[in-house]
Protein backbone atom coordinates (compact mmCIF):
# COMPACT_ATOMS: atom_id res chain seq x y z
CA UNK A 1 0.00 0.00 0.00
CA UNK A 2 0.90 3.57 -0.32
CA UNK A 3 0.03 6.82 1.91
CA UNK A 4 -0.24 10.17 0.06
CA UNK A 5 -0.61 13.50 1.66
CA UNK A 6 -1.09 16.84 -0.64
CA UNK A 7 0.11 20.22 -0.10
CA UNK A 8 0.50 23.47 -1.52
CA UNK A 9 -3.43 24.50 -1.90
CA UNK A 10 -4.52 27.54 -0.93
CA UNK A 11 -5.68 31.24 -2.55
CA UNK A 12 -4.29 32.55 -5.39
CA UNK A 13 -5.23 35.08 -7.57
CA UNK A 14 -6.11 34.32 -11.36
CA UNK A 15 -2.55 34.69 -13.17
CA UNK A 16 -1.05 33.34 -10.49
CA UNK A 17 1.09 29.98 -10.84
CA UNK A 18 0.91 27.16 -7.67
CA UNK A 19 2.88 23.91 -7.04
CA UNK A 20 1.00 21.24 -5.14
CA UNK A 21 3.18 18.93 -4.25
CA UNK A 22 2.21 15.29 -3.06
CA UNK A 23 4.63 13.11 -0.64
CA UNK A 24 4.20 9.20 -0.49
CA UNK A 25 5.09 6.38 1.74
CA UNK A 26 6.41 3.39 1.58
CA UNK A 27 9.48 1.82 -0.51
CA UNK A 28 7.59 1.21 -3.73
CA UNK A 29 6.34 4.60 -5.04
CA UNK A 30 8.28 4.25 -8.31
CA UNK A 31 6.44 1.18 -9.28
CA UNK A 32 3.12 3.17 -9.29
CA UNK A 33 1.52 5.52 -12.07
CA UNK A 34 0.71 8.74 -10.01
CA UNK A 35 -1.92 10.78 -11.22
CA UNK A 36 -3.57 14.36 -10.27
CA UNK A 37 -7.55 15.36 -10.12
CA UNK A 38 -9.73 17.69 -8.58
CA UNK A 39 -13.43 17.71 -7.88
CA UNK A 40 -14.67 21.50 -7.92
CA UNK A 41 -17.64 22.08 -5.68
CA UNK A 42 -20.77 20.61 -7.28
CA UNK A 43 -19.23 19.09 -10.24
CA UNK A 44 -17.84 15.16 -10.17
CA UNK A 45 -14.20 14.66 -9.85
CA UNK A 46 -12.00 15.15 -12.80
CA UNK A 47 -8.56 13.95 -14.38
CA UNK A 48 -5.95 16.25 -14.49
CA UNK A 49 -2.51 14.29 -15.43
CA UNK A 50 -1.23 11.29 -15.21
CA UNK A 51 2.69 10.54 -15.38
CA UNK A 52 4.17 6.65 -15.95
CA UNK A 53 6.51 5.03 -13.26
CA UNK A 54 9.79 6.63 -14.88
CA UNK A 55 8.21 9.56 -15.46
CA UNK A 56 9.09 9.73 -19.44
CA UNK A 57 4.94 9.04 -20.37
CA UNK A 58 2.57 11.97 -19.23
CA UNK A 59 -0.79 12.66 -20.22
CA UNK A 60 -3.12 15.41 -19.54
CA UNK A 61 -6.51 16.63 -19.91
CA UNK A 62 -7.37 18.75 -22.56
CA UNK A 63 -8.81 21.89 -20.34
CA UNK A 64 -5.01 21.83 -18.64
CA UNK A 65 -2.77 21.00 -21.67
CA UNK A 66 -0.02 23.52 -21.74
CA UNK A 67 -1.00 25.23 -17.86
CA UNK A 68 -0.16 22.06 -16.19
CA UNK A 69 2.89 20.26 -15.27
CA UNK A 70 3.27 17.01 -13.61
CA UNK A 71 6.29 15.78 -12.31
CA UNK A 72 7.60 13.17 -9.90
CA UNK A 73 10.73 12.30 -8.10
CA UNK A 74 11.49 8.39 -7.17
CA UNK A 75 13.89 9.53 -4.93
CA UNK A 76 12.05 11.76 -2.80
CA UNK A 77 8.79 9.91 -3.35
CA UNK A 78 7.20 12.93 -4.31
CA UNK A 79 4.67 13.81 -7.27
CA UNK A 80 3.92 17.60 -8.48
CA UNK A 81 1.48 19.69 -9.96
CA UNK A 82 2.91 22.86 -11.21
CA UNK A 83 -0.30 25.09 -12.44
CA UNK A 84 0.86 28.14 -14.26
CA UNK A 85 -1.84 31.01 -15.28
CA UNK A 86 -4.56 30.14 -12.77
CA UNK A 87 -8.09 30.63 -13.66
CA UNK A 88 -11.10 31.12 -11.32
CA UNK A 89 -12.89 27.87 -13.13
CA UNK A 90 -9.20 25.75 -11.21
CA UNK A 91 -10.92 26.40 -7.80
CA UNK A 92 -11.20 22.98 -6.51
CA UNK A 93 -9.80 20.63 -4.04
CA UNK A 94 -7.14 18.44 -5.56
CA UNK A 95 -6.25 14.79 -5.00
CA UNK A 96 -3.63 12.89 -5.65
CA UNK A 97 -3.52 9.44 -6.50
CA UNK A 98 -1.71 5.62 -7.19
CA UNK A 99 -2.23 2.99 -9.61
CA UNK A 100 -1.29 -0.05 -10.07
CA UNK A 101 -1.84 -0.24 -13.47
CA UNK A 102 1.29 -0.10 -16.22
CA UNK A 103 -0.25 3.16 -18.22
CA UNK A 104 -0.23 6.63 -16.92
CA UNK A 105 -4.61 6.66 -17.38
CA UNK A 106 -6.71 9.63 -16.57
CA UNK A 107 -9.32 7.54 -15.01
CA UNK A 108 -9.65 7.68 -11.57
CA UNK A 109 -11.40 3.93 -11.87
CA UNK A 110 -8.21 2.88 -12.20
CA UNK A 111 -6.84 4.59 -9.01
CA UNK A 112 -6.27 2.44 -5.87
CA UNK A 113 -4.65 5.18 -3.41
CA UNK A 114 -5.79 8.27 -2.84
CA UNK A 115 -4.98 11.69 -0.48
CA UNK A 116 -7.09 14.24 1.25
CA UNK A 117 -6.90 16.66 -1.16
CA UNK A 118 -5.87 20.11 -1.08
CA UNK A 119 -7.98 23.42 -1.77
CA UNK A 120 -7.46 25.61 -4.49
CA UNK A 121 -9.39 28.20 -4.41
CA UNK A 122 -8.51 31.31 -7.63
CA UNK A 123 -9.65 35.02 -7.38
CA UNK A 124 -10.43 36.70 -9.86
Known amino acids: QVQLVESGGGLAQAGDSLRLSCAAS????????MGWFRQAPGKERESVAA????????NYADSVKGRFTISRDNVKNMVYLQVISLKPEDTAVYYC?????????????????WGQGTQVTVSS
Open 97 to 113: AASTTTLPLLDSKTYSF
Open 26 to 33: GRTFSTYI
Open 51 to 58: ISRNGFNI
